[in-house]
């Protein structure tokens, strides 16, 4: 008699595809075990501000336990999130639809109607998220919509779609209620004060994180969720080669040096939701291991980043703060292809301030380095106030500029030449090289900052080093009609498996030109629906 199943799906991640997933199969009758890497949060456990680097920094390696992760590539630098919760967790909370066109582009082009089919499930991630229109405008977003009129495109402003519990009209945030979101069967909830936190963590329970919603009824209807966590092998059972048997599934301690307390369980199906990165490079080593030999060789191939730009405009000296507000609380557009979104940090939080430079023109390359230091000598004043971080959150509007443009690079699991011991995921340029400058967002904010007496900045690892940065990575397992063109088919079944599936960030098949975390969760809730209930 074979052995019987720890769960029938173990879903690995718990981000906007894991905790979708799990929720999904938990209401279909299914059990489920949900394995993630990060810890598990409350709103007193986050840090007050970035500079809590041991709070705010995920790399155990270090004994770092925050949530905040950055990697580092030869072709991007990737910043995400790593919790209970993904990144829900640490993301600026906005929740917007991507652009019908993106439907027409890239490996799932035609796979479906998706323009028809994908509005029904948009709407059920927003009503489980609840996404609502920003009630709280900053001084940042009426700094930005200032910009916007005085270039000629104050039209285009608009408040943001965010995931936020926001007080009555008329009553100040921090009150304390019950569920508002799910008739009285979800938690208790806080309304927002508008500190602008939502980056470092909520600590006031306003934010609609995913432990709050699809997570939250996982659990209640039993699902287990094992916090830090590493999955480091899924093998099909019994010699089955197509998984038809189910999986074996490895797991350690994702925070211990040495007591790793492996355990070994088996399940049914597994659903990846590891993240973009994560997911992507899991299955390199499974199927570089041997462990799942069948996964296709378009693995890693298309990589995208949204082709974004972090850059900012920064007030020494003024006595208005920024912070104010949620993250993410605005945006414009300054052409059908160009987005740029207000941000923010709270007070104190100064630690990003480190990153800034002031914003120079030039050629991408390093040529570019010389360009920015004729900037520096030229406006020595300006350069000192903007490379001192203290007062960076109160005085800077952050700009996040996206573009609708589809340029990636792709993935390798492979021996760095410097450290040969292990491989790890390493980039390779795509045909055209990602963006370190967005024309039409350096002119916006340079324009920008001169009407309103502030100070143009960049990001010093795109104009010192050529890296572009971003938060929304995207690709890596692409859907395709065949395994030749990517890693799963329409249904998000990896070709030549049985029972597993991938619904994450690494799904995403085109550049989406906004924040990906509402279509993800979108796209796992139509996975989830071509599962049937349990028999």
Not at 451 to 459: K, N
């Given at each position: 008699?074979?052995?019987?199943?720890?769960?029938?799906?173990?879903?690995?991640?718990?981000?906007?595809?894991?905790?979708?997933?799990?929720?999904?199969?938990?209401?279909?009758?299914?059990?489920?075990?949900?394995?993630?890497?990060?810890?598990?949060?409350?709103?007193?456990?986050?840090?007050?501000?970035?500079?809590?680097?041991?709070?705010?920094?995920?790399?155990?390696?270090?004994?770092?336990?925050?949530?905040?992760?950055?990697?580092?590539?030869?072709?991007?630098?990737?910043?995400?999130?790593?919790?209970?919760?993904?990144?829900?967790?640490?993301?600026?909370?906005?929740?917007?639809?991507?652009?019908?066109?993106?439907?027409?582009?890239?490996?799932?082009?035609?796979?479906?109607?998706?323009?028809?089919?994908?509005?029904?499930?948009?709407?059920?991630?927003?009503?489980?998220?609840?996404?609502?229109?920003n009630k709280i405008l900053g001084e940042?977003?009426?700094?930005?919509?200032?910009?916007?009129?005085?270039?000629?495109?104050?039209?285009?402003?608009?408040?943001?779609?965010?995931?936020?519990?926001?007080?009555?009209?008329g009553e100040a945030g921090g009150r304390?209620?019950?569920?508002?979101?799910?008739?009285?069967?979800?938690?208790?909830?806080?309304?927002?004060?508008?500190?602008?936190?939502?980056?470092?963590?909520?600590?006031?329970?306003?934010?609609?994180?995913?432990?709050?919603?699809?997570?939250?009824?996982?659990?209640?209807?039993?699902?287990?969720?094992?916090?830090?966590?590493?999955?480091?092998?899924?093998?099909?059972?019994?010699?089955?080669?197509?998984?038809?048997?189910?999986?074996?599934?490895?797991?350690?301690?994702?925070?211990?040096?040495?007591?790793?307390?492996?355990?070994?369980?088996?399940?049914?199906?597994?659903?990846?939701?590891?993240?973009?990165?994560?997911?992507?490079?899991?299955?390199?080593?499974?199927?570089?291991?041997?462990?799942?030999?069948?996964?296709?060789?378009?693995?890693?191939?298309?990589?995208?980043?949204?082709?974004?730009?972090?850059?900012?405009?920064?007030?020494?000296?003024?006595?208005?703060?920024?912070?104010?507000?949620?993250?993410?609380?605005?945006?414009?557009?300054?052409?059908?292809?160009?987005?740029?979104?207000?941000?923010?940090?709270?007070?104190?939080?100064?630690?990003?301030?480190?990153?800034?430079?002031?914003?120079?023109?030039?050629?991408?390359?390093?040529?570019?380095?010389?360009?920015?230091?004729?900037?520096?000598?030229?406006?020595?004043?300006?350069?000192?106030?903007?490379?001192?971080?203290?007062?960076?959150?109160?005085?800077?509007?952050?700009?996040?500029?996206?573009?609708?443009?589809?340029?990636?690079?792709?993935?390798?699991?492979?021996?760095?030449?410097?450290?040969?011991?292990?491989?790890?995921?390493?980039?390779?340029?795509?045909?055209?090289?990602?963006?370190?400058?967005?024309?039409?967002?350096?002119?916006?904010?340079?324009?920008?900052?001169?009407?309103?007496?502030?100070?143009?900045?960049?990001?010093?690892?795109?104009?010192?080093?050529?890296?572009?940065?971003?938060?929304?990575?995207?690709?890596?397992?692409?859907?395709?009609?065949?395994?030749?063109?990517?890693?799963?088919?329409?249904?998000?079944?990896?070709?030549?498996?049985?029972?597993?599936?991938?619904?994450?960030?690494?799904?995403?098949?085109?550049?989406?030109?906004?924040?990906?975390?509402?279509?993800?969760?979108?796209?796992?809730?139509?996975?989830?629906?071509?599962?049937?209930?349990?028999?």
């Open positions: 008699m074979p052995a019987p199943f720890d769960f029938d799906y173990i879903v690995i991640g718990s981000g906007f595809g894991g905790s979708v997933s799990a929720c999904r199969l938990t209401e279909k009758g299914y059990t489920v075990g949900v394995m993630e890497m990060g810890r598990r949060w409350t709103a007193a456990d986050f840090p007050k501000t970035n500079w809590n680097v041991r709070r705010w920094v995920w790399r155990p390696g270090l004994k770092l336990f925050g949530f905040y992760n950055i990697r580092l590539f030869r072709h991007v630098m990737v910043m995400c999130g790593n919790a209970v919760g993904g990144g829900s967790i640490t993301y600026g909370n906005v929740l917007l639809r991507a652009p019908d066109n993106i439907w027409d582009q890239g490996s799932w082009a035609g796979l479906k109607d998706w323009q028809r089919i994908m509005p029904q499930y948009y709407v059920m991630a927003e009503r489980m998220l609840g996404v609502t229109e940042a977003d009426l700094r930005l919509k200032r910009m916007a009129q005085l270039q000629g495109v104050g039209g285009t402003f608009y408040r943001a779609r965010v995931a936020t519990f926001f007080a009555p009209e304390t209620y019950a569920d508002p979101y799910f008739g009285g069967e979800g938690p208790e909830r806080g309304t927002c004060v508008g500190c602008g936190g939502c980056l470092i963590g909520c600590r006031h329970n306003a934010k609609n994180t995913l432990d709050k919603n699809y997570l939250y009824f996982a659990e209640k209807r039993g699902a287990q969720v094992y916090a830090e966590t590493r999955v480091v092998d899924v093998r099909p059972l019994n010699g089955k080669e197509d998984g038809a048997d189910g999986y074996e599934v490895l797991t350690e301690c994702s925070t211990a040096w040495f007591a790793k307390r492996r355990r070994r369980f088996r399940c049914r199906g597994v659903v990846f939701a590891a993240s973009s990165l994560g997911t992507t490079e899991l299955l390199f080593r499974l199927k570089q291991n041997g462990s799942l030999p069948r996964i296709s060789d378009d693995l890693g191939q298309r990589v995208r980043t949204n082709a974004e730009s972090l850059l900012g405009v920064r007030f020494p000296g003024d006595d208005k703060s920024m912070s104010p507000g949620v993250t993410v609380g605005s945006g414009i557009y300054v052409d059908e292809r160009t987005h740029i979104e207000a941000a923010r940090f709270p007070e104190g939080s100064d630690a990003i301030g480190l990153l800034m430079t002031l914003l120079c023109g030039g050629r991408a390359g390093w040529t570019r380095v010389f360009t920015w230091l004729w900037t520096l000598l030229t406006h020595p004043l300006q350069a000192l106030d903007v490379h001192n971080p203290l007062g960076f959150a109160r005085q800077t509007v952050l700009l996040l500029v996206m573009q609708a443009v589809d340029v990636h690079i792709n993935m390798r699991f492979k021996r760095r030449w410097y450290w040969p011991f292990v491989r790890q995921l390493c980039s390779e340029a795509g045909p055209l090289p990602i963006p370190t400058i967005l024309a039409e967002g350096n002119d916006f904010v340079a324009k920008g900052a001169k009407a309103l007496g502030g100070i143009a900045t960049a990001m010093q690892g795109e104009i010192l080093f050529n890296l572009p940065g971003t938060g929304h990575c995207m690709g890596g397992c692409a859907m395709a009609d065949a395994p030749a063109r990517g890693v799963m088919d329409a249904q998000h079944r990896v070709f030549g498996y049985r029972n597993l599936l991938v619904c994450d960030g690494s799904m995403l098949s085109a550049n989406l030109g906004v924040n990906p975390s509402l279509t993800i969760a979108a796209l796992a809730e139509h996975a989830m629906s071509h599962i049937p209930a349990k028999a």
